[in-house]
DNA sequence: GTAGGGTTAG
């Protein structure tokens, strides 16, 4: 009797997660003499998993005198709940040979739990074949499971070869398949599926509107959330949100984004943590880093993401002092930062030279925080220094470092040989880089202005083939902007432009006058073969300048443009806005596709350096 | 005691 009212307290405090109450719980067990009463042992480890310390579920479960597989199972998803799905799969085996125990079907579903999150197909496969060979292959949760395993990894159509033998198919099996073929850009066959579900749930929908933004189709993610909002879904928990407000981020969809934000309060989820942290990067991946600090102002219990975003909004946006005070003031709130918060430090620290400060941190996730550094962590390190010269470091640090650096490493070292003016390095780096077959337009201009410098005329033809080749295939360069009423996207070129007199007027009078301060266009960005005033020309119609041109004659005078370009901003172009902004006294924010520029004064915030 | 849908990265 006593003992079932114990059982209860268990299992209402595993349900709040409170830890204090939960130790309290198992003192009053140990104290009663029922500790090792059946079914309170299992009960407490469960709890203890479920609260978060599994230090103490541990420590009782190597004391329990006869585990049965709910101690395994228990202990085996306090891993997973403390999200080290590795020692869920390395402390299995022991099963067998420390308790001569087989896994039953709620083992199963945690150890294909722990694959799915590791994306560990090897070890999935494995587990997979050892529950057909079981007694057990029929139980439906471990095939929803192994359904949510193979999409993770990037098998959809494995995943539905075992979703299509799932014989009583729940909401949790067609979310699990919605989703995987929504992240794996089975866009068609995500909707398909949705549309064939019996009872569409709020979970289905989130999966697909998630799925879709994990995979870069925000637009695709957008159209379904309003036709979701059509179909009069009740929004009961803010997961969806969250997701879609990360789609806003992406696309730099201020507007969109504000939206979204007053869809926020009207619900009334402005307390919860994720859709904040959600709020926060999508401000300051519009360039609204003001909007971005409000939000984190107003967070009543601010998590390591939250921190981590403000973080990396302000490096992003060229704020290092901002950034480094705030991890200063998160460090001494007693939180622990993680792997990306860090990314967000020694970025903003290679944006203002901080070079000593930057290896500090460095060094200091390693040892202080004991975290061991990524290939982002190396190519942050690599740019900061670069970037401020240390280019023989660099160089060194490239070919030391334990991952194979890719296009976006090599190009960051190769742009700052061309802007320290080392040449021989700059060629061996460019020989490299092509190597790779980059992806990236603005890396076939670095490299042809590479072996340009060098005098290396075959290799610039080279280049120039190889880009000629692809050109067609990539998207093409375009600028956006929003103006709240309109948006509009401008594509590089004069052909079929709204009011294009008065762009073309307005340009003309500005060009006039940024010669008269100096300007001299740098033709070094325009790759193809041309006269001089040819390319001039082409420059002038750059898609940027275009968006901008329209946002001064369009715009409410005296606010802040905002324009959005899908690829790097020209090195011409950020000379000529940086004049702008000075002409006409107006603030000017680009986000390109690597960072943002603030235009102000005639200056820019990246330190010309991007 | 088990499975799905949420935020941060050059």
């Known amino acids: 009797m006593f003992c079932s009212h114990l059982l209860r307290q268990l299992q209402a405090c ?50 329990l005198p006869h585990r049965d ?13 403390a999200n080290l799905p590795h020692l869920t799969l390395s402390i299995f085996p022991s099963m067998f040979t420390l308790d001569r125990l087989q896994p039953d079907h709620f083992i199963f579903a945690t150890l294909v739990k722990a694959c799915a999150s590791l994306a560990a197909l090897k ?33 959809p159509n494995e995943a539905r070869r075992v979703f299509d ?35 569409k749930d709020l979970s289905s929908w989130t999966a697909l509107i998630s799925g879709l933004v994990q995979n870069g189709d925000e637009i695709d993610a957008l159209c379904i959330f309003m036709e979701m909002r059509k179909d009069e879904i009740h929004i009961r928990d803010p997961f969806v949100l969250s997701s879609i407000i990360g789609g806003a981020a992406n696309l730099a969809a201020l507007e969109i984004g504000k939206q979204l934000h007053c869809l926020v309060i009207v619900l009334g989820y402005e307390s919860s943590v994720f859709v904040s942290n959600a709020l926060i990067d999508m401000y300051a991946k519009c360039s609204d880093i003001l909007a ?44 622990k930062p993680n792997e990306i918060t860090f990314v967000g430090l020694i970025y903003a620290c290679s944006h203002v030279g901080l070079v000593s400060k930057g290896r500090y941190l460095f060094d200091s996730m390693i040892k202080d925080f004991g975290i061991s550094p990524n290939l982002k962590h190396y190519t942050c390190l690599l740019d900061l220094l670069s970037r401020s010269g240390h280019l023989t470091e660099a160089n060194n640090l490239i070919k030391t470092m334990p991952f194979e650096p890719d296009e976006a490493t090599w190009a960051a070292l190769l742009s700052a040989c061309k802007r320290h003016g080392s040449t021989q390095m700059g060629v061996s780096v460019a020989n490299h880089l092509l190597s790779l077959k980059p992806q990236d337009p603005s890396t076939y201009i670095l490299l042809s202005n ?8 075959d290799s610039v033809s080279e280049v120039r083939k190889v880009m000629a080749g692809m050109v067609r295939k990539k998207e093409p360069g375009y600028s956006c902007i929003d103006l709240g009423k309109e948006t509009l996207v401008f594509y590089a070129g004069e052909a079929s432009l709204p009011v294009k007199d008065e762009i073309f007027g307005l340009l003309k009078e500005l060009d006039t006058e940024m010669r008269k301060r100096g300007y001299v266009p740098d033709t070094s960005f325009v790759l193809h073969d041309l006269e001089q005033q040819e390319k001039e020309r082409q420059l002038f119609w750059h898609s940027e300048r275009l968006a901008v041109a329209y946002g001064l004659l369009k715009g409410v005078p005296g606010t802040v443009i905002r324009v959005v370009k899908n690829l790097r901003i020209c090195g011409d172009c950020h000379t000529v806005l940086k004049l702008i902004s000075s002409i006409v006294e107006r603030e000017i924010v680009v986000r390109d596709a690597n960072r943002f520029h603030h235009f102000k004064d005639g200056r820019c915030s990246c330190s010309d350096f991007w």
């Open 69 to 81: 597989p709910i101690s395994w199972a228990s202990i085996l998803t306090a891993h997973n709940l």
């Open 450 to 457: 590479t072996y340009a410098a060098a005098g290396m005329w």
């Open 123 to 155: 070890q999935g496969k494995q587990v997979h074949a050892r529950f057909i060979l079981s007694s057990l292959p029929g139980d439906d949760v471990v095939k929803s499971s192994l359904v949510d395993m193979y999409a993770k990894c990037g098998l």
């Open 165 to 199: 033998l799932i014989s009583l198919k729940n909401s949790v099996s067609w979310t699990a398949m919605i989703s995987g073929y929504a992240r794996n850009g089975c866009n068609l066959d995500a909707v398909e599926l949705l549309k064939a579900m019996p009872v």
């Open 292 to 335: 971005a600090k409000y939000i984190f102002d107003n967070i009543c219990q601010k998590d390591v993401v939250s921190w981590t975003s403000i973080i990396t909004g302000a490096a992003q946006h060229g704020q290092a002092e901002e950034a480094l005070t705030l991890f200063d003031e998160m460090v001494s709130t007693g939180l």
């Open 14 to 63: 595993a349900r709040r997660q409170s830890p204090s109450q939960g130790k309290e719980l198992h003192a009053q067990i140990i104290k009663t003499g029922l500790e090792q009463c059946p079914p309170l042992p299992n009960n407490i480890i469960d709890m203890y998993g479920k609260c978060g310390l599994l230090q103490d579920a541990l420590h009782l479960f190597d004391q």
